[in-house]
């Protein structure tokens, strides 16, 4: 399948998704294939890597942990189904994900459903949700306590990280995309 998701790089191997509806983890020396996962639709996210997992998420609507040497799924977090369906390039320009983010025990993610998500890195619980403006298809940025991330209505927004209670939005008046 096509592969719209940039790679991350660790310890010599490379984690990246496909429209094939896997990810897959190939060692950049050998370029022999150390693992794939399957999902039951595309990803194009960048996988964010963070003790030992791999966080990632699918168009099937969920968010993943795996482990990092074995591919394994750990968790499976639901962010319930995208609001349209993501139409096949060159049918449709819509092809952007953002990607989660991991920062002090929490994996940030948005979704095409209006809902933004705090799950805890290690067991897979969600944290807090907030609602937001449309898609999501920005990568949250952490610094200082707060959590930052852009919709699709052109709103960039701070949460507290810890409780998410919205601290402040920002009207760019466009689209936030990677």
Not at 3 to 16: L, Q, R, T
Not at 48 to 70: C, E, I, K, P, Q
Not at 139 to 162: E, H, I, Q, R
Request: proline letters at 4%.
């Amino acid at each position: 399948g096509e592969v719209w998701s940039s790679s991350n790089v660790v310890n010599g191997v490379a984690y990246f998704g496909s429209d094939d509806h896997s990810v897959y983890a190939v060692n950049v020396k050998t370029h022999a294939l150390v693992w794939q996962f399957q999902t039951n639709d595309i990803v194009r996210d960048r996988p964010a890597v963070d003790n030992g997992r791999v966080f990632f998420s699918s168009d099937d609507g969920y968010l993943f942990a795996v482990n990092l040497r074995t591919g394994k799924q750990v968790w499976k977090f639901d962010m319930g189904r995208p609001l349209t369906a993501r139409k096949p390039v060159p049918d449709s320009w819509d092809y952007m994900q953002g990607s989660p983010t991991v920062a002090d025990g929490i994996v940030y993610s948005g979704t095409t459903n209006m809902s933004f998500y705090a799950v805890d890195e290690k067991t897979g619980q969600e944290k807090w949700r907030a609602q937001i403006g449309l898609y999501v298809r920005d990568t949250p940025a952490v610094s200082n306590g707060l959590v930052y991330v852009g919709d699709w209505l052109g709103n960039l927004t701070a949460f507290d990280a810890k409780t998410g209670e919205q601290k402040w939005q920002y009207a760019t008046y466009g689209p936030v995309i990677p």
